[in-house]
């Protein structure tokens, strides 16, 4: 009965250690989710305004832009996944790599290729794993993006988009990342990057009461666009990286508190079963205590005799 005890505190022992690392690491990512709330909020006017001049810019002039301009049968797509780096975040990469699979299989339903490129190291394992074709990834900063980072995700992306599909372009550009609503929700989503939907942006501005602003383009709208699309095609990759961000902060948040209180619970559980054991380690020595003084006054009083 001893033994089982010793087990029994054990048990706890690693328990509790443990528990003191989950809430730690709960501490940990609750003090990064502010701070990645406040980069995702300070991107969002450059990136709102970015795309009204360039919603202006198309639909003020004729010119035909990779950045506006929808292919007549697009065959190739490129598509961005944005993973974690770290697990212990739930299910956080796992939906947003689900995401990229349903838009994979809804782009290859419309007949068109996809390249696939990936930010964390969570998405590039899995690619791996399977043996998947990944025309490029980043890892390293899935946690504290800097916008160095979204240029450097960028620039390949640019390139696809104005190289023709014959020389290994693509037609159109596509994102999955993890949104974040809130503290609790926390969506993996895919938004289409390029070629820009003018009509979603006209009617969004209009059930905001927003009017487009008016440009005088100069030289011409074409070198406008060209000088507008790396700029764009940038501040949309570090906002999703940003929300992605303060997403995975929030569901590391949340699977270490639901690991910290199921610590705790097991460590109740330990306890009451420890404390079991020690009463039935008591009740026994007591029984054999008893029982040897029953058996020695039973021996003295046949000698008496």
Excluded: C
């Excluded at 390249?115 to 794993?129: E, L």
């Excluded at 990944?134 to 390949?156: C, H, L, M, Q």
């Excluded at 507008?228 to 270490?256: F, T």
């Amino acid at each position: 009965m001893g033994a089982q005890l010793r087990v029994y505190k054990r048990r706890i022992q690693a328990v509790t250690a443990t528990k003191k690392i989950t809430k730690a690491m709960e501490m940990i990512a609750a003090s990064r989710i502010v701070k990645a709330q406040r980069k995702v909020a300070a991107s969002m006017p450059y990136a709102t305004e970015l795309t009204r001049a360039v919603t202006a810019v198309a639909t003020g002039s004729n010119a035909k832009h990779p950045l506006t301009t929808e292919a007549e049968a697009p065959t190739r797509a490129a598509v961005l996944l944005v993973t974690s780096d770290r697990g212990l975040a739930g299910g956080y990469s796992s939906n947003a790599i689900k995401a990229a699979e349903r838009l994979r299989e809804r782009l290859a339903s419309e007949g068109k290729e996809v390249d696939t490129y990936i930010v964390g190291r969570k998405g590039v394992a899995y690619y791996g794993f399977r043996e998947r074709k990944v025309e490029d990834s980043w890892t390293g900063f899935t946690d504290n993006p800097a916008y160095s980072d979204a240029k450097r995700i960028a620039a390949p992306l640019i390139e696809a988009i104005q190289k023709e599909t014959a020389e290994g372009g693509v037609d159109e550009l596509h994102i999955v990342f993890t949104e974040f609503v809130s503290m609790m929700t926390q969506n993996a989503v895919d938004d289409r990057m390029l070629p820009l939907s003018l009509d979603e942006v006209a009617e969004e501005s209009t059930r905001k009461g927003e009017i487009l602003p008016l440009f005088e383009f100069e030289p011409s709208a074409e070198d406008v666009l060209d000088a507008l699309l790396p700029r764009y095609v940038e501040s949309r990759i570090y906002n999703a990286l940003l929300q992605a961000a303060a997403s995975e902060h929030a569901a590391r948040r949340r699977a270490m508190k639901s690991a910290t209180d199921n610590a705790g619970d097991l460590i109740k559980s330990l306890s009451r079963l420890a404390n079991a054991a020690r009463q039935a380690e008591i009740t026994q020595e007591i029984s054999e205590i008893v029982g040897g003084a029953s058996a020695l006054a039973d021996a003295t009083a046949g000698s008496d005799k």
